[in-house]
């Protein structure tokens, strides 16, 4: 049975950095699709960013591009979502997720596999 297990998250300041990593257990990570999801308080649950099986492909929504950078290594089993210039918009439960399709995929509905979720606070 696969497992996703997050860390990292935390309360930061405005314009601090984070990394989250997400460990994956039970399952070969080097074949999948990852991606990060974040959901805030009243919100529906959004895809961050997404990463396809090789790292060559990735997906970003646009209020991350240029600060958020996803990254895996498939060796160690880990995915990561490197946070930069974080802000108080960007506090939410980041979870990772990981989907059975070959490519990229946009809907949490497309991810088969799910961690419990990290906090992330951004305070201004």
């Known amino acids: 049975q696969v497992q996703l297990i997050e860390s990292g998250g935390g309360l930061v300041q405005a314009g601090d950095s984070l990394r989250l990593s997400c460990a994956v257990s039970g399952r070969t990570l080097s074949w999948y699709v990852m991606g990060w999801f974040r959901q805030a308080p009243g919100k529906e649950r959004e895809l961050v960013t997404a990463?396809?099986?090789?790292?060559?492909?990735?997906f970003y929504i646009d209020s991350v591009k240029g600060r958020f950078t996803i990254s895996r290594d498939n060796a160690k089993s880990t995915v990561y979502l490197q946070m930069n210039n974080l802000k108080p918009a960007d506090t939410a439960v980041y979870y990772c997720?990981?989907?059975?399709?070959?490519?990229?995929?946009?809907?949490?509905?497309?991810?088969?596999?799910w961690g419990q979720g990290t906090q992330v606070t951004v305070s201004s």
């Open positions: 997720a990981q989907s059975n399709r070959a490519t990229i995929a946009t809907s949490p509905s497309q991810y088969d596999s």
């Open positions: 990463i396809d099986w090789s790292g060559a492909s990735t």
